[in-house]
């Protein structure tokens, strides 16, 4: 029986692993580069060890380990999409099978079986094992570190040394590969002080000491890379919700698989309430890793992202898992269950390999190409990110016009003078996500009518025309202009109005010692969530001739009275280059469809006035339209 037992686990290990094995390499040659691989491609290539330290690892907030290997990893074998990701994918799979051992080691083969499937099958795991950044090596090596730490601290009275040179050598690999996962391994060296046999504690400070004396090259690049302030300079702190929403995220926002887990997991409690050492080290590595990224992000530099709990994850998985694998009748249920929703939920419900394996530059690159083949005459092609990454497709498609202009890093009223001082007939302009959101709605002052739009996750392709415009354009939606007379429909005046009139027309004086700032908040936020996300678009007309930068545009996002954000330009940012006083500017917010759902939300409009200057209000409007409703990525929920 047991050898039959054991021949059983064996076929379902060796399931997992295919199935495994089929998702990560599922259409492989056609898996395009996210956006961080480029990055990291376009800082290979140097020609000294130096300059590829210098200028591809110093410049980034990740250890030297990953960057170094693709620099010379893809010097021998090529750069190209599938070779740069064919070793993090057989690390992937490789992961699996490591979980399935160290749950096997740590409480028995059922729940190694069901941690490795869930593992095998989900898209948190999949995607990391797809591209080629830190993550799927880490996973792999952060694995195999601990579990030759196990079988080094408590594998009875003898010690073998090949497990103590393993841990060692493993242990220090990690700590080349990712800052979080060093974090989660010195957490762990504090579980093998309060849980570790007394004889071997000394063993284990001895092999610290080991590590960190082959992690001293590094120290140099660690200290210069910490003085930067880490990803704190483009990533927020985290919310008190953070672990709920991961938990669910995990689990790929399906309820049907988080419940039917849940229900196993219950199942098992009742059945088998047990507990034993591994399970506190196993839950209490995940938590404690968790909390100290958590705190460390909201009181000295967030570094807290979904990304780095990948390294401890499993644990969380092998602690709850460990439940589901009381009896047999569970543990099979539980086993089937996971494969069979996780991989549906990862195919149907994420779409992942609709949506992964769209890059936005391709796609966008691609119907570019089509439209300038199409009718290239009297047009003005535009595309808004970086140009390393556009130029690699357009080089790739072989899409040679002089016509096209590439913005990186550019501001709305830069974008604002190309357009104004063109004299095309038609404008392609190709939006990103980081786009800044006035490009739509400065593009429509000069190109009114919308021909084309193609939505991608993240990305966006536009064909406008100087043509009559096309007032049922979904870019137009809600629009109102706020005449400062009787009520309007979507918004309300926050301001009290008094209006004047000159030889120009109808205004509001502002700055005169009495009015401050001039406001107006939409009605029903509520009434804006059948879009998965939108853009609030105000628009003004104002004159002055005192000091623009002490003026303000403003829009905010007010949560049961606190402000959520506060989207702030200075009125001078909006000038253009032969006006005088008079001054015609958008100010855009996005806003998606979670935030839009939020009891008590306010969303407000400013002309922000706290020096009292005197200007002219000569008009002002607001629009609401619909953003992208494929923005989606990996951490959020797919849009309608």
């Not at 073998?160 to 040179?165: A, D, M, S």
């Not at 009518?449 to 990305?459: D, F, I």
Request: glycine share 6%; with cysteine.
């Amino acid at each position: 029986m047991i050898l039959k037992s054991n021949f059983s686990n064996r076929v379902l290990l060796l399931l997992v692993l295919i199935l495994g094995g089929i998702l990560r390499f599922y259409n492989f040659f056609q898996i395009p580069f996210t956006h961080d691989e480029f990055s990291a491609l376009f800082r290979t290539g140097y020609p000294s060890f130096h300059e590829l330290i210098e200028k591809g690892v110093l410049v980034d907030f990740h250890p030297a380990g990953i960057q170094v290997f693709l620099h010379y990893y893809g010097s021998l074998f090529g750069f190209s999409e599938w070779v740069l990701k064919l070793p993090f994918i057989i690390m992937g799979i490789g992961s699996i099978y490591i979980c399935y051992l160290i749950g096997k080691e740590w409480f028995n083969e059922k729940t190694g079986l069901l941690s490795a499937a869930f593992i095998s099958c989900t898209q948190f795991f999949v995607f990391y094992s797809q591209i080629a950044r830190p993550y799927s090596a880490g996973l792999f090596f952060g694995l195999l570190a601990i579990l030759f730490w196990r079988r080094l601290l408590f594998s009875g009275n003898r010690m073998n040394i090949k497990h103590f040179f393993a841990w060692i050598l493993s242990a220090s690999i990690c700590a080349y590969i990712h800052y979080y996962l060093l974090l989660s391994l010195f957490i762990l060296g504090i579980l093998s002080l309060l849980f570790s046999p007394k004889e071997r504690r000394a063993l284990f400070l001895l092999s610290g000491i080991l590590i960190f004396i082959l992690y001293l090259p590094h120290l140099e690049i660690f200290l210069h890379q910490s003085a930067k302030g880490g990803v704190g300079t483009w990533l927020g702190p985290p919310d008190m919700d953070f672990i709920g929403e991961f938990i669910f995220y995990l689990f790929q926002y399906s309820p049907i698989f988080l419940g039917f887990v849940m229900l196993m997991v219950f199942l098992g409690f009742i059945l088998k309430p047990r507990l034993g050492k591994f399970w506190i080290i196993a839950i209490s590595f995940f938590f404690l890793s968790f909390l100290a990224g958590f705190f460390y992000s909201i009181f000295v530099n967030p570094i807290l992202q979904y990304s780095g709990l990948i390294f401890c994850s499993p644990f969380l998985l092998l602690s709850i898992f460990y439940w589901a694998s009381a009896t047999k009748w569970l543990f099979r249920i539980s086993f089937w269950g996971i494969l069979i929703l996780g991989s549906y939920s990862l195919i149907e419900e994420r779409k992942h390999y609709q949506i992964f394996y769209q890059s936005p530059y391709e796609y966008l690159v691609k119907d570019l190409k089509q439209s300038l083949e199409e009718k290239s005459e009297n047009t003005l092609t535009i595309l808004n990110d970086r140009v390393d990454i556009l130029e690699y497709y357009l080089d790739k498609y072989e899409v040679d016009n002089p016509f096209v202009h590439i913005l990186e890093h550019k501001s709305a009223q830069d974008f604002k003078t190309i357009i104004a001082n063109s004299k095309a007939e038609k404008l392609y302009l190709g939006a990103f996500a980081s786009s800044p959101a006035e490009l739509i709605p400065i593009a429509q002052q000069f190109f009114p009518s919308l021909e084309l739009r193609k939505s991608y996750y993240q990305g966006e392709y536009f064909v406008f025309s100087k043509d009559k415009e096309d007032e049922a354009s979904p870019l137009r939606n809600l629009q109102e202009d706020l005449n400062f007379k009787g009520k309007n429909k979507y918004w309300k005046s926050l301001s009290e109005i008094i209006i004047q009139k000159d030889s120009l027309g109808e205004f509001l004086k502002i700055g005169d010692g009495k009015s401050q700032q001039i406001a107006f908040e939409i009605l029903d936020p509520k009434a804006l969530v059948e879009w998965s996300n939108i853009f609030i678009d105000m628009k003004f007309t104002l004159e002055s001739e005192g000091d623009l930068d002490a003026i303000f545009c403003v829009l905010s996002l007010e949560q049961n009275r606190k402000i959520s954000r506060w989207y702030s330009r200075p009125i001078s940012e909006f000038m253009e280059e032969n006006s005088t006083f008079q001054i015609n500017g958008i100010h855009s917010l996005a806003i998606n469809q979670k935030t839009l759902k939020n009891e008590g939300l306010k969303i407000r409009g400013f002309i922000y006035n706290p020096e009292k200057m005197e200007y002219k209000l000569r008009s002002a409007s607001f629009a609401i339209r619909a953003g992208n409703p494929k923005l989606y990525w990996l951490y959020t929920p797919i849009g309608n």
